[in-house]
């Protein structure tokens, strides 16, 4: 049936615009109802293919739960190991950590306790510095490194401290050396100002001055060591003097021999601690010798004594062996009786008698013991 078909069985005009109207409206809805029906069909396999893909993704769903579980199981796992190993790492760290730092604390502690020993070093080195400056306090430091020196190399009675001579001049030591040589005098010099002058020169003027004042101190420290200490028919033929610096004794050997052989001229012979204890060591040796020779007389005594006593030794072993020989043939004698006896009570035990035993003599192979 058709618009026109319809508009025809209406018992109205066709012509009237008002039908026309209706019939333009009646065609359109028709026309939308047709739309509708169409978009309804498309909609319902829209919506159909929509439901699939609704049931897939539900499917995919599904499938990306049991997946992302077992996913949420190992990284569980894995986290658990994790930690166990991070567990493990940090206690690792933390002894190894304490460790180090308890020898740390023991390295604070040694650098505090040397800390400490250079402060007093320091203190040490500033009072030496004090005990140097003054000539007094110098020449008592030189004493006690000799005293010091000669208490290690030589026996207390080869020595004697702050000794007066013939002369009235008082010496720091005497080492008593047997004859020929006599007292050996050894007198402890320090020229510390001098020597650091020489040191702390800078320009070649200031070194000339300074060798100058280092060379003509110690030419006087030799020539007062030798009018005094060399006393001809009471001390050795020379004397020693002690420097108890070895830079100072190592600096004079070095740039000023004319001074050491100046010394060696005026019979005074310069040592250092270290030459000083060589030269103790030989005085030693020879202090020994005579010794030796002066106890020879005695040992040669107390010998013809040992020896007499040896003789009287041998001597009386000779008497007692004789004694002992006695002694052995009265024992052998009285074996014998004993023999004889033991021989002639089994006889009597068997009641067997000899006619002949008492013609036998009397008292035969029995001695009679001799005081």
């Not at 579980?69 to 002894?95: C, P, T």
């Not at 800390?115 to 009072?127: C, F, T």
Request: net charge neutral; aromatic share 4%; proline share 5%.
């Amino acid at each position: 049936m058709t618009l026109e078909s319809v508009l025809a069985a209406l018992p109205v005009d066709p012509a009237n615009p008002l039908v026309q109207a209706i019939a333009a409206v009646l065609a359109l809805l028709v026309l939308l109802l047709a739309l509708a029906v169409i978009r309804a069909g498309r909609a319902a396999r829209t919506a159909a293919r929509l439901a699939a893909q609704v049931e897939a993704l539900a499917h995919a769903q599904s499938r990306s739960a049991g997946a992302q579980a077992q996913a949420v199981q190992a990284v569980e796992a894995r986290l658990a190991d994790v930690s166990e190993r991070m567990g493990e790492s940090l206690s690792g760290a933390a002894a190894r950590t304490a460790h180090s730092l308890g020898e740390l604390q023991e390295r604070l502690a040694a650098i505090d306790r040397a800390q400490a020993n250079i402060e007093k070093l320091s203190g040490d080195v500033l009072g030496l510095q004090d005990i140097l400056s003054n000539k007094q306090t110098r020449g008592a430091f030189g004493e006690i490194q000799l005293h010091d020196i000669l208490s290690k190399a030589l026996p207390p009675d080869a020595f004697r401290w702050q000794a007066t001579l013939a002369n009235g001049k008082r010496a720091d030591c005497v080492i008593d050396l047997p004859p020929p040589t006599g007292p050996l005098v050894i007198d402890a010099k320090f020229p510390l100002e001098p020597y650091e002058a020489l040191c702390a020169s800078g320009t070649d003027a200031e070194r000339r001055e300074a060798a100058r004042a280092f060379r003509t101190a110690v030419r006087g420290h030799i020539r007062a060591i030798s009018e005094k200490y060399v006393v001809p028919g009471e001390t050795a033929d020379g004397a020693l003097m002690f420097l108890p610096s070895e830079a100072v004794y190592a600096e004079l050997h070095a740039r000023f021999g004319d001074v050491v052989r100046e010394g060696f001229a005026a019979r005074v012979w310069v040592v250092s601690p270290t030459t000083c204890m060589a030269v103790l060591n030989t005085l030693r040796a020879v202090l020994k010798d005579a010794r030796m020779r002066e106890q020879a007389g005695a040992i040669r005594a107390t010998l013809r004594l040992l020896h007499r006593d040896v003789e009287q030794v041998v001597a009386r072993v000779g008497k007692l062996q004789t004694h002992l020989a006695q002694a052995q043939g009265d024992l052998d004698g009285i074996g014998t009786a004993a023999r004889r006896a033991m021989g002639r009570a089994a006889k009597l035990d068997s009641f067997e008698f000899d006619d002949t035993a008492p013609n036998e003599p009397q008292g035969k192979g029995v001695t009679i013991l001799r005081p």
